[in-house]
């Protein structure tokens, strides 16, 4: 889901990073939050929430409201909107309040 | 009704047009129905053919003796409100704003839509015009049958390959 | 701990503008976002924006943003520190930031709170699934990071946002079949609507989303019409095949930091929510602590510069900078904004400077 051409905006090509959802090797690019990464690929499901393990995924995109929250390199509730997409990194779906 | 739906009337839009004589040459036909703080059209356009006072709020009036069709309000209005329309042998021809990729090319058929989104015929693209000063907006220039002067606003988004 | 002679939360118009004239005075600025790049809501603002040749008329707000940071970026006086969220606010001037994970404390002279908004949400079944996401949130995807948020996205709210995040998602490819309003007319400029309805947007006054239909993410959304009361009226639904739906339904001042400092608050309807109280030269009821922008109450970009510009020099006075001709300065500066604010459109931004007391 990467727009490719835009009338006012460039993308330029930038450098592949890849990481891992779930055990599952994926990539996005330099510049990429988690959240945008994922959203690329088309997961749009990020964690499951605390008492009725709903589905969630992200709302604001800015850090404000902590729907994104997700497992990353084992740390629990990492907001994933802000937190940049570097090489390697293991993500996790979030099952509730973040047990392992 | 404009306020509910975005689609003015038949009435509306022919109140900012001339007198279809005066169309014989190229004129800025202005829609912006509403008070807006808001003067580009103004303060661009090199013939001082639109004129809004010290209250920005104020409609913008066109001096149609003035303008000379030349379209540069039409890239610089923030609302996409302005297109410059010309009548002549039979024809429309009509310079839009347009801000979608890909661009149409010369010559190309395209469908031209009225104010509510709907076809409602065929055109042709005389000229493209995109500078480094229109900034992203590009000048499409379409030709089409003159029955269409009051109803002709845009064209269909071109889909990319 | 760190002191600093002026700190400015949030470096979006309002507080981008505020920090140029306190830097030609001569003061020390120091400027914390928690985002990693300045601009707040310019940054993604890809459509020519209205107002005057002083607000930059005519130009988008990506460029109207580079213009802004060019003007102040280089400065000596100038440090900034993205990537820093201010946690804390406490009476004596004293903020607490977090970056990464790093926690400091910093004391400032002057403190201003320029930290913009945040957006509403609406309550409907299943408005917790994925797919549903604010307006600002498309925004961000698609213009940022260049990602599309959908293929196909119903818009909910008719304000400017909804409007113009209905045209940047068709500029972006993505299909914009419905854009529904609860009220009885458009909220936002007509101009605006009308550029989307002719390219084909079907925009539906009196009508909401009743719930978002989908297991994993949305797959449609019901909608409904509304009575006087916006009351769903039951029998009137439809099914809105989509992939996504955008709320664009309002902001609310990030008033929270004031708050928690103690400064006097009053909820507004008509500037969205809990505002401070403040005076003309946008002072807090704290001792030298201002604010501006979209926490004194919800506007526009145009208006968030301006009002910057009036507490950057208000400072820069209170200070003791000297600065030339500063009276007729700041009276050009309230002309220009009472001029932005004289329309139909600039009605409720008046009453509720009225109901704040700021005249
Ligand atoms: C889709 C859309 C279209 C718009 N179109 C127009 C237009 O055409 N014309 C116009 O004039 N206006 C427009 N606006 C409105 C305009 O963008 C806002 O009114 C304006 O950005 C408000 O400026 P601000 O500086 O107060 O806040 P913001 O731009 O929101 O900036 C606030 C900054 O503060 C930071 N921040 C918040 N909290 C903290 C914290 N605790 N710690 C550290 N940093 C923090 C944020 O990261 C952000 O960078 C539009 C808005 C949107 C969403
Ligand atoms: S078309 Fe040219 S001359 Fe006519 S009003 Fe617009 S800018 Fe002025
Ligand atoms: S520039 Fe366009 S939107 Fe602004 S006042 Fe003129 S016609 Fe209206
Ligand atoms: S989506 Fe709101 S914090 Fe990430």
Redesign the interface.
């Known amino acids: 889901m990467r727009i490719n051409k835009h009338p006012i905006l460039d993308f330029p090509e930038r450098k592949k990073v890849s990481f891992t959802f779930n055990g599952k090797k994926l990539f996005g690019y330099e510049g990429d939050t988690i959240a945008s990464a994922l959203h690329a690929q088309g997961i749009k499901h990020l964690s499951d929430s605390i008492h009725k393990k709903r589905p969630r995924g992200f709302y604001c995109a800015i850090g404000n409201c902590a729907s994104c929250n997700m497992i990353v390199d084992g740390v629990p509730n990492v907001r994933t909107c802000i937190t940049p997409l570097k090489e390697g990194v293991d993500v996790r779906k979030q099952d509730g309040k973040g047990r392992f | 009704m404009i306020e509910k739906t975005g689609v003015p009337s038949l009435e509306q839009v022919k109140q900012e047009f001339p007198d279809k004589v005066v169309l014989k040459k190229p004129k800025a036909i202005i829609e912006c129905y509403k008070e807006i703080p808001c003067n580009p059209c103004h303060t661009s356009c090199p013939f001082d053919a639109i004129f809004i006072p010290e209250d920005i709020n104020v409609r913008p009036k066109i001096d149609f003796d003035k303008c000379t069709g030349c379209g540069i309000c039409v890239y610089n209005c923030p609302g996409l409100a302005i297109m410059v329309t010309q009548i002549k042998e039979g024809k429309i021809l009509m310079k839009i704003p347009y801000e979608f990729t890909p661009l149409p090319k010369v010559d190309q058929t395209v469908n031209v839509v009225n104010r509510a989104g709907e076809k409602i015929s065929e055109g042709i693209v005389r000229k493209v015009q995109l500078s480094e000063k229109q900034n992203k907006t590009a000048l499409i220039h379409i030709e089409l049958d003159e029955k269409y002067a009051y109803e002709a606003i845009t064209i269909e988004v071109l889909h990319g390959s | 701990m760190r002191r600093v002679e002026v700190a400015i939360i949030g470096s979006g118009p309002a507080g981008l503008a505020a920090a140029k004239p306190l830097l030609d005075a001569g003061a020390k600025v120091l400027m914390i976002d ?3 790049m300045l601009g707040g809501q310019l940054t993604k603002q ?8 002083k607000q930059h ?4 707000g ?2 109207i943003l580079k213009l802004m940071v060019d003007e102040i970026q280089y400065h000596e006086n100038l440090t900034v520190l993205t990537e820093t ?1 201010v946690v804390g606010l406490y009476q004596d001037r004293v903020i607490s930031c977090v970056k990464h994970d790093e926690y400091f404390k910093i004391q400032a002279d002057y403190i201003l709170v320029a930290s913009g908004a ?2 509403k ?1 609406l309550p409907f079944e299943n408005n ?7 307006a ?3 925004q ?4 940022v ?7 196909r996205v119903l818009m909910i709210g008719s304000g400017n946002i909804g409007l113009i995040v209905s045209y940047q998602l ?4 993505v299909e914009v079949p419905m854009l529904l309003e609860a009220a ?3 909220g936002g ?13 079907d ?1 539906r ?1 009196n009508m909401s989303v009743k719930r978002a239909i989908g ?3 949305v797959e449609a959304a019901e909608i409904w019409r509304l009575d006087k009361h916006w009351q769903g009226i039951p029998g009137t639904e439809e099914i809105v095949p989509c992939d996504t739906i955008c709320l664009s339904v309002g902001l609310a001042p990030l008033t929270e930091l004031l708050q928690q400092a103690g400064a006097d608050i009053k909820y507004v309807r008509e500037l969205g929510g809990n505002v401070p109280i403040i005076n003309k030269k946008y002072q807090t009821s704290l001792e030298n602590v201002y604010t501006c922008g979209d926490v004194a109450g919800i506007e526009e970009a ?1 208006s968030a510069m301006i009002s910057g510009e009036i507490a950057g020099l208000e400072i820069a006075r209170s200070a003791g900078y000297k600065i030339d001709n500063i009276d007729q300065h700041i009276s050009r500066l309230h002309d220009d904004l009472t ?8 009605e409720k931004i008046r009453i509720g400077l009225e109901k704040v007391g700021v005249k």
């Open positions: 928690r985002s990693d890809t459509h020519m924006f209205f107002g005057s040749e008329a005519s130009k988008r990506i460029d969220t945040s957006e949400s917790d699934l994925p797919g549903v996401y604010a600002g949130a498309v961000t995807l698609m213009n990071y260049g990602v599309k948020p959908g293929e068709m500029q972006a490819g009885d007319t458009i400029y007509l101009v605006h609507a009308s550029k989307i309805r002719r390219l084909g947007v925009i006054t297991k994993a993410s145009s001029n932005l604010r004289n329309g139909p459109h600039g």
